[in-house]
């Protein structure tokens, strides 16, 4: 193995086809099948070996997290770092197939609840993105920070220091949360827990559900 022997690893996450590694330092390392972006190294080539991503260094990942084809990490001061492949808006990428799936002008609200669009702000057409290979930072609704992170096989949720979820990706079984099988290419906080005062505390995807941990909110 090429990794450095003093190295201390925090958390190892396997993907479909990669692995992920989160050092105790903060450094991230990946390897394994590259076609979809996921190691985040810029190329869709494979990696025999853990490769340390340059595109994090000077940063102190605490968190980390692989889906099926993509990959998240977050850092020390709750910045979202996300990469791979964005089929079904995993990535909070724009993508083509669901904004062909949503009518001109459906969505809107405060931010954390719109639909994949198919334009920008200024009527130009968006840029769909299938493959993101160096990671992206994603900033969340309301300037939240995020403190945990996991990932299915298409869709990602995230657990803000607020004790918010937000999730986003492949919905067709309702592992989003939000009472439909709708798919998001957007972060939408899931109202359920907001509505029925639970502080979410983890969060944790299986390949199409989701499983959370929350605690009653105290009341004042």
Known sequence: CALAP??????LHLGAEHALLLGADGQVFSWGGGRHGQLGHGTLEAEPQPRRLEALHGLTMVEAAAGGWHSVCL??????YIWGWNESGQLALPTRRLAE??????????????????????????????????????DLPLGSEAIKASCGSRHTAVVTRAGELYTWGWGKYGQLG??????????????????????????TCGPWNTYVYTVEKRKS
């Open 101 to 138: 799936k949503t009518a001109p002008g459906e969505g809107g609200g405060d931010g954390a609840d719109t639909k994949g669009g198919a334009s920008t702000e200024d009527g130009a057409p968006a840029t769909f993105i299938a493959v993101q290979p160096f990671p992206a930072l994603l």
């Open 6 to 11: 003093e190295l201390r690893a925090r958390q």
């Open 75 to 80: 850092s020390e001061t709750g910045d979202v």
């Open 178 to 203: 939000h009472g439909d099988g709708t798919s998001l290419d957007q972060p939408r906080r899931v109202k359920y827990f907001v509505d029925n005062q639970l502080h979410v505390k983890a969060v």
